[in-house]
């Protein structure tokens, strides 16, 4: 929250934003402007944890819109080729920006992007919290099996507009609500928390308690302070030579 608001207190320091947030100490290296960018930045990262043997493996999201970028296809190339340890993941969800995916993309299943690297790809419900954690396993355990990447379609929806200047012309209201109404993933979570016996009471509160903890932190980060001007050329550029 105090990243996304430009403070100091943020994890890049304020610096970063929605769009260039950055954490190495949280091994999060992305948001990225140029869309897709952040694939061949993971394949790159995905190469490090190969070569120094350290066990790790790099998740690389990105949309159905970042999908059609040409370096995404080289960087699937050659952590195929090298079997880097990358799980990639298309969160589509129907729109890149405002254009819809069948009127951008000659093939709309991503999840057979990877087919002629011979990457293996999964099909999840992305509006579907336990598929998506069994279908990452599945990923994971052969990622970590030294086998290469997977690629992962997460089909999903986004309720808002692509960005706060996004008037959301291109779809009708029915269908924003009718995804509401009939896949909402909290809501489907909570129908399979009562399922398993877990009382509404005990609910509202796990709801209670994380809508307090979003309103601590909204509230910590409007009240923390902006960076320093002393600190405006600072982080910006690392020079390595
Ligand atoms: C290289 C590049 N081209 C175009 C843009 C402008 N742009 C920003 S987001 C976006 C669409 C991305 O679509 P998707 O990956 O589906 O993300 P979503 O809109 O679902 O968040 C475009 C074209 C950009 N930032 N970088
Ligand atoms: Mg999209």
């Known amino acids: 929250m105090a990243e996304l608001t430009g403070r100091a207190a943020g994890i890049s ?7 260039h947030m950055f954490s190495v100490d949280h091994k999060f290296y992305g948001g990225h402007g140029i869309v897709g960018a952040q694939v061949p930045l993971g394949t790159g990262l995905a190469f490090a944890h190969k070569y120094r043997g350290d066990g790790g493996v790099c998740m690389a999201y990105f949309g159905d819109g970042a999908a059609n970028q040409g370096q995404v296809y080289e960087a699937f190339n050659m952590a195929a080729l090298w079997k880097l340890p ?7 969800n129907g729109y890149a920006m405002g254009t819809a995916v069948k009127r951008g993309s000659a093939e709309t ?17 992305g509006m579907d919290v336990l598929e998506v954690r069994a279908a990452a396993e599945i990923a994971l355990e052969y990622v970590r099996g030294g086998n290469g990447p997977v690629l992962m379609e997460l089909n999903t929806y986004r309720y808002r507009g692509h ?15 009718e995804m509401r109404d009939k896949h909402d993933p909290i809501e489907a979570a909570k129908a399979e928390l009562l399922a398993r016996g877990i009382t509404e009471d005990r609910i509202k509160d796990i709801d209670k308690r994380i809508r307090s903890i979003v309103a601590e932190s909204a509230d910590f980060a ?13 982080d910006v550029l690392v020079e390595s030579y």
């Open 109 to 125: 299943e991503f999840y057979r992007r990877g087919t002629a690297f011979r990457i293996p790809g999964m099909d999840v419900n």
């Open 86 to 92: 990358i799980v990639f993941v298309v969160e589509n």
């Open 222 to 234: 409007e009240n923390s302070p902006e960076p320093a001007m002393s600190e405006l050329y600072t």
């Open 13 to 19: 320091k304020g610096k970063g934003g929605s769009m």
């Open 163 to 177: 960005s706060m200047s996004d008037p959301a012309k291109y779809r009708s209201r029915e269908e924003v609500q």
